[in-house]
């Protein structure tokens, strides 16, 4: 599909870490049309949507998408979906919208399409380490079975699929490496402070590493370093960005992709630190991301930090490095370009890693989640 000024696009429909609201902002100038509909996130509370949803169960949730459907189905071209969700429960619109000539993307973002028990393990066996930490709100076996059946269905019924390793750890079938856009937060590069500030945001304290955090700082305070340390929880975004302008130092979370708050942070030409083992992710080679490491070990953090404070060049440097690299790969006009390919059938696309199939038996807890990708997975 040529996206251009005859499109129009529907983006929806659950907001997750702003990219509804951030896609369909970019994305403006090169279409027609583009709407928006999605259940309105608490910490972005001062979006507007096309078509905000506000309901109060799982279930008028559905009702509400469900009645909008045939509407959206006759009124746009393409369907941008974020997070592994569409109008239907079990992607039923997903055929639907195939068969009236639509154009549907799936943009695979976040824990609701991410099994964190078994790739951690595939992290293990392929990188040697688990920066995927466990959780037990997203270790069950419904969460397996969410997780298999929206890559499948993505996979098996859209156009185009834009994921990351880590939440694609069910798919068969090439991928396009997953990027989102950060609007402009500041003209220009920021100078160190002092004393300077560290942030650590976590929107889920238990797999963003915030104990590990905890730690590394107080190491640090015991050194009797001067800085200035901010947990911030609980806050809507608008907080969150307001910190980011005055700090140093962004403290992300233990991973291998950067996520939506490290590129804010970037935007706002902060040092992060955080995941950026974006070869192991599928991201182009050459581009040189100034993301440091979150080792998930409060020793070596702290002695990261410590680096970080004591030689003021080196922060200055890599503060610039970050807003460059927001201007360069996350900016509204660098998505445009990057998502004008993808609906072009350009760019690198991510193949599964060798013997995909086998290790994700390997890599089964039990002989249930094994039948279900024996049934479901090819290779």
Same mark, same amino acid.
């Given at each position: ?22 896609? &369909? ?12 509909? @999605? ?75 991410? %099994? ?33 059946? &929206? ?49 650590? &945001? ?18 640090? @305070? ?39 708050? @490290?590129?804010?942070?970037? &935007? ?25 490491? %979150? ?14 404070? @004591? ?27 990057? %998502? ?27 002989? %249930? ?11």
């Amino acid at each position: 599909m040529i996206l251009d000024r005859s499109t129009r696009v529907l983006v929806g429909v659950r907001e997750m870490a702003n990219n509804v609201f951030e896609i &369909a902002a970019a994305l403006a100038p090169f279409c027609a049309r583009v709407d928006t509909i @999605a259940v309105v996130n608490r910490f972005y509370p001062s979006n507007h949507y096309t078509h905000a949803l506000r309901p109060k169960s799982r279930i008028a949730m559905r009702l509400q998408l469900m009645r909008r459907f045939f509407t959206a189905a006759a009124r746009y071209d393409l369907f941008i979906f974020v997070s592994g969700m569409s109008f239907f429960p079990g992607h039923l619109d997903l055929p639907l919208l195939r068969a009236m000539g639509k154009t549907i993307v799936m943009m695979n973002v976040g824990d609701d399409v991410r %099994f964190r028990p078994i790739h951690s393990r595939l992290d293990q066996a392929l990188i040697g380490r688990q920066p995927i930490p466990a959780v037990d709100g997203l270790s069950s076996t419904r969460h397996f079975l969410r997780t298999l059946l &929206a890559q499948k269905a993505a996979e098996s019924l859209c156009n185009r699929v834009v994921s990351m390793r880590n939440q694609a750890t069910f798919q068969s079938k090439p991928f396009h490496f997953f990027r989102f856009p950060m609007r402009r937060l500041r003209a220009s590069p920021k100078r160190p402070s002092t004393p300077p500030l560290i942030v650590h &945001a976590p929107s889920d304290p238990a797999s963003k590493g915030t104990k590990i955090v905890a730690e590394a700082m107080r190491l640090l @305070a015991a050194r009797r370093l001067d800085f200035r340390y901010e947990l911030i929880m609980n806050r809507d975004n608008a907080y969150v960005v307001d910190r980011l302008q005055l700090a140093d130092i962004l403290i992300d979370q233990p991973a291998t992709w950067i996520a939506r708050l @490290a590129v804010e942070a970037m &935007a706002c030409s902060c040092v992060v630190l955080g995941g950026n083992d974006t070869e192991y992710e599928g991201a182009p080679a050459d581009e040189g991301s100034p993301v440091q490491p %979150f080792e998930a070990d409060p020793s070596a953090l702290a002695q990261r930090v410590e680096s970080l404070l @004591a030689d003021v060049e080196l922060r200055g440097r890599l503060m610039s490095q970050s807003f460059e690299y927001w201007q360069r790969v996350y900016s509204p006009g660098a998505f445009a370009r990057y %998502f004008i390919n993808v609906m072009e059938g350009r760019g690198p696309l991510v193949a599964p890693r060798p013997r995909h199939k086998a290790m994700l038996l390997a890599a089964a807890r039990n002989p %249930f989640e094994r039948l279900m990708i024996r049934a479901m997975v090819r290779g």
